[in-house]
């Protein structure tokens, strides 16, 4: 069975966030709501939930979903699997930003946010975002800034939070003025502060006495479902009921209470084939085909059936170690770009669903450069890399050493492999593949232990991501995963570290892609070949799901229904 | 024979020490990615990825004793991986995996699914493989014969992924019938519901096991029916029945049991494929995420629990013996 990213690997699917709940179609009307903005520096309260037209939502049902592989712990300091899926629906967030469309800010238990200076948000905390009903002896109250707080601390007290890297290199001073006023102080101007802070890996809050508890299993908080007792395994499912006293009401049906459904059941269905059975018998209400073509099978078995089409977040890159020969060389790396043809992996792989990537991923929309311009900064022509290899002063074909996952189970990662080999002769190339066991890979991978390799397709939720992988140290800072031309050209560290020092959304947005033309003028040594469209399926009956944002904001949105 | 199992038993207890090392030491030798690197996740930063070794005790010596260069050339540990993991044995939690999620309680959870699997695939396949056995043996080059002869090499033939794949998408398919996919459903909340998941999923494994009794059967009971005392049966006039039933049977079974009593082990272990395709949680498709993913408490359990069931069984069996052939008598 392929599975997605380097986590399928181990836990039989990508990060959930998208899978587990986003979904339908969302009016373009109704992004104005939240796009509008009256002040720079005041971010006011975002409107109801836009969504497509379904008819008046009817309260009731249960969605059934599944995922592909082991939670990996719903403890929000550490979960980085299908655990943020459920998060968000559990816990609260302050402010969460689109990764698709920077400019549009959904604003959950912080009601607006002013600005004084780029290094300073201060929360005001929106009243009423109460605790769920609860067996675990928490008092249904309001969430306050003093959670806010203690959630913070918590992810400095713990060595492995996941948002520890935030806290510590970008996280000053925070404090709670009163019960409804947080104000949070950054080092420096980071742009990517609402991304980091309020995803729901490592950035959702729970409770602050849900951090004296065994989070790993248990969960209750002001989020718009609650962890039903003892219903969650992590190698099994869950089951999240309504929260009763969820603070969100729709203002585009009479203030009808959210959420509409009452109860979210969540089973863990690792292989393929019983996923869909389980779909087509109506024992799940959403489902992922691989492909357009299974699709349109599954039109054909089920009238009504609602598809999604959504950017999938990821993709495989081509790594280069530029501190290694021949990838030092930069009409070397040039040629190996020149000999990528990158529609062709579109083409044969995903049958066109998909496109061709630039250094950022093209479901980043805003950050991504346009399919014009990167023809032009990453064309393809293979007899321009054989005379590039030759001016570099080797001999056709040029010997490079590539490791690989023998036996990788990673979404495409193994359909990549025959094109690239063939496209790397062709362009002038002789590959040395050095197929290695997968967590011997993994192992290498990390270590940056290779001249080259193909990447883990892993989420690419923001720019800063992909756009890490060309630092120096690259992408943790630390010597891991990647060594980018950064080691080779310091400016290119420096533009790095710049386009990451803007709080402005359209300023971000040209700062990224100038450091994108920058890198592209080194010749890059981590390429991103291309990212396709995930199919997400739904039965008629499921209305109004949230999609068009970017995953993580949309797993806040909760006025999804079911029309049973 | 009392003695005889007493031996066994501490025979047993050193049987299993021993495989308590050798899972331990190959889990810890084995190429591959550091545990810690594989919960850490995506973009793991060095700092985290050393905080979660030492938070799951990967830094802590292997064994309670080690040896050193320097006298007293003995060290003693009090946290060591072997240590805390033979406290969490004796202690009778199991432990915990690397989430902090409970070993002990994530196998009384699926020990059910693999016992009602075991259970059913046993009885269909002693159900089958022994009358049909019979029936070949009994029918020796008859179409009845041939006809089960055939059917057990098919069925050892065909692999049970193939099998069991199709066995879930043709009734989907052509019926628009599905058994039961997203959790295991209990015998007591729904009989009906429970076994529509269990018994196509029993089939598909008793289709190979009842093949390979049918075969046995046939086989052995071929070789008793040569022997002398069944002509004697026969010449004193019983009918054929009671010669095959009363004085064949029983010593044809012995190899049979042998036969059976490892499939019945196997199956304690968890059927990983059958379990992946109808998605029952299982023992077995816990072990494999567990050795995938590098969980060294829950594969290291999961593996003693198999060598405490094997040889239990093996002891069963070994009794099972003595009573089937009164010639056998353990000292």
Request: with cysteine.
């Amino acid at each position: 069975m392929a599975t997605k990213s380097y986590w399928q690997q181990f836990q039989r699917q990508r990060i959930p966030r998208r899978r587990l709940l986003a979904g339908a179609g969302m009016g373009a009307a109704g992004l104005a709501v939240f796009a509008a903005c009256n002040d720079d520096k005041k971010k006011t309260t975002g409107g109801a939930t836009p969504g497509a037209s379904d008819g008046t939502p009817k309260a009731g049902g249960t969605y059934r979903t599944a995922i592909t592989g082991d939670w990996g712990t719903i403890n929000p300091l550490t979960s980085v699997s299908f655990g943020p899926g459920i998060l968000a629906k559990m816990y609260n967030a302050l402010v969460v930003q689109s990764t698709r469309q920077p400019d549009v800010f959904y604003f959950e238990l912080a009601s607006e946010y002013e600005q004084p200076d780029d290094v300073t948000y201060v929360f005001t905390l929106r009243p009423g975002v109460k605790i769920a009903p609860n067996t675990l002896g928490i008092p249904e109250r309001d969430l306050d800034s003093s959670d806010c707080v203690a959630w913070l601390d918590a992810i400095r007290a713990a060595a492995t939070a996941v948002a520890k890297r935030f806290t510590d290199q970008w996280l000053d001073v925070y404090s709670a003025a009163s019960p409804t006023e947080f104000t949070i102080k950054t080092k420096g101007p980071y742009a990517y502060f609402f991304f980091t802070l309020n995803t729901p890996v490592g950035g959702t809050m729970p409770p602050k006495e849900m951090l004296e508890m065994d989070m790993a299993a248990k969960g209750a908080g002001a989020g718009a479902f609650v962890l039903q007792p003892d219903s969650f395994a992590e190698t099994g499912g869950a089951i999240l009921d309504r929260n009763v006293n969820f603070y969100r009401k729709d203002e585009n049906n009479n203030n009808a209470q959210l959420p509409y459904i009452d109860r979210l059941e969540v089973s863990r269905i690792t292989d393929r084939q019983p996923r869909r059975t389980a779909f087509v018998d109506g024992q799940i209400d959403s489902y992922d085909p691989e492909t357009l073509a299974e699709v349109e099978e599954l039109q054909n078995q089920i009238s009504g059936l609602q598809v999604f089409e959504d950017p999938a977040f990821t993709f495989i890159a081509l790594t280069l170690n530029p501190t290694k020969p021949p990838w030092d060389n930069d009409k070397v790396r040039r040629a190996a770009s020149l000999a990528l043809n990158r529609q062709q992996y579109v083409d044969v792989i995903v049958a066109g669903a998909g496109k061709p990537n630039g250094l950022v991923h093209w479901p980043l929309e805003a950050y991504a450069l346009s399919p014009e311009e990167l023809a032009e900064l990453q064309p393809y022509d293979p007899e321009e890399a054989k005379r590039l290899i030759q001016e570099a002063g080797f001999d056709l074909p040029l010997e490079v050493k590539f490791i690989y996952p023998a036996n990788s189970d990673i979404e495409f990662h193994n359909k990549h492999l025959p094109i690239w080999l063939q496209q790397m002769e062709a362009g002038g190339f002789k590959v040395q593949e050095d197929p290695q066991e997968f967590t011997n890979w993994l192992q290498n991978y990390t270590d940056v232990n290779y001249d080259a390799s193909f990447s883990l397709n892993q989420i690419y939720e923001t720019p800063e991501i992909p756009v890490d992988f060309h630092l120096s140290e690259g992408p943790t800072s630390d010597g891991n995963f990647a060594i980018g031309i950064g080691k080779l050209f310091p400016e290119v560290d420096e533009a790095i570290q710049a386009s990451k020092s803007s709080v402005n959304p359209e300023e971000q947005v040209e700062l990224v892609k100038d450091v994108q033309r920058l890198i592209y003028s080194k010749e890059p040594a981590f390429l991103p070949i291309m990212s396709w469209t995930d199919f997400t399926v739904r039965p008629a009956y499921a209305k109004n799901w949230p999609r068009g944002l970017g995953g993580a904001l949309e797993l806040y949105f909760n006025d999804m229904w079911l029309d049973i | 024979m009392r003695r005889y199992i007493i031996r066994r038993l501490l025979q047993s207890v050193l049987i299993l020490f021993v495989l308590s090392l050798i899972v331990f030491i190959l889990l810890r030798i084995a190429p591959g990615a550091n545990p810690a690197l594989i919960i850490c996740g995506i973009n793991c930063p060095k700092d985290r990825l050393e905080a979660l070794e030492e938070q799951l005790g990967l830094n802590d010596p292997y064994f309670p004793v080690s040896v050193t260069s320097d006298p007293p050339f003995v060290e003693f540990a009090t946290d060591s991986q072997y240590g805390s993991w033979a406290t969490s044995l004796f202690s009778g939690s199991l432990g915990k995996d690397w989430n902090g999620n409970s070993v002990g309680a994530e196998l009384q959870r699926r020990l059910p699914v693999t016992l009602e699997l075991l259970v059913i695939t046993t009885i269909m396949t002693v159900t089958i493989g022994v009358p049909f056995g019979i029936i070949s043996a009994v029918g020796r080059n008859s179409p009845a014969d041939y006809t089960a002869r055939f059917s057990s090499v098919l069925a050892l033939a065909i692999p049970n992924f193939w099998l069991g794949t199709l066995v879930l998408l043709v009734p989907q398919d052509q019926w628009g019938y599905a058994p039961p996919i997203t959790h295991a459903v209990s015998f007591f909340d729904s009989p009906w519901d429970n076994l529509r998941q269990f018994v196509p999923p029993a089939a598909v494994l008793a289709a190979v096991s009842a093949a390979s009794i049918m075969r046995l059967t046939r086989s052995s009971m071929l070789e008793v029916m040569r022997q002398d005392y069944i002509r004697t049966a026969r010449s004193k006039g019983l009918r054929e029945q009671v010669v095959i039933g009363r004085h064949a049977l029983k010593n044809s079974l012995i190899p049979v049991t042998t036969v059976l009593g490892l499939q019945v082990a196997g199956l304690f272990g968890g059927a990983i494929i059958v379990e992946s395709i109808f998605n029952l949680p299982g023992v077995g498709v816990y072990e494999l995420g567990s050795l995938i993913r590098k969980q060294y408490q829950v594969a290291q359990t999961l593996t003693l629990y198999i060598g405490v069931i094997v040889v239990l069984l093996n002891l069963t069996v070994d009794v099972a013996y003595a009573w089937l052939d009164p010639r056998i008598r353990y000292s």
